[in-house]
Nanobody
């Protein structure tokens, strides 16, 4: 079992920045792919960014490339999402997730999910 707790959400003006954190406990954090997903009101959950534990590679949704940065600190069992140049369309609940096997870009491989943290970007 892996427990995930997100923090760092809040209200920010367009153009501003936020850093989300996801604290993990339980199984070995370093052996999990970690991802950030988001869900806006009335929309389906969508992929934001992910970090592989195998290759140390990262990937991003086209909508956030160049603005968001995912990183992980395995010593602290923590995943981060630095979000810059925020836009109103980034408003959503942000979830972190952990999965051990498979294509880390695929939401279906993530077995563990946090409760989410609200990010609201005002125009």
């Amino acid at each position: 079992q892996v427990q995930l707790v997100e923090s760092g959400g809040g209200l920010v003006q367009a153009g501003g920045s936020l850093e989300l954190s996801c604290a993990a406990s339980g199984r070995t954090f370093s052996r999990y792919h970690m991802g950030w997903f988001r869900q806006a009101p009335g929309k389906e959950r969508e992929f934001v960014a992910a970090a592989s534990w195998i290759s140390s590679s990262t990937d991003y949704a086209d909508s956030v490339k160049g603005r968001f940065t995912i990183s992980r600190d395995n010593a602290k069992n923590t995943l981060y999402l630095q979000m810059n140049s925020l836009r109103p369309e980034d408003t959503a609940i942000y979830y972190c997730a952990a999965g051990a096997y498979g294509n880390y870009l695929n939401a279906a491989i993530y077995d563990y999910w946090g409760q989410g943290t609200q990010v609201t970007v005002s125009s």
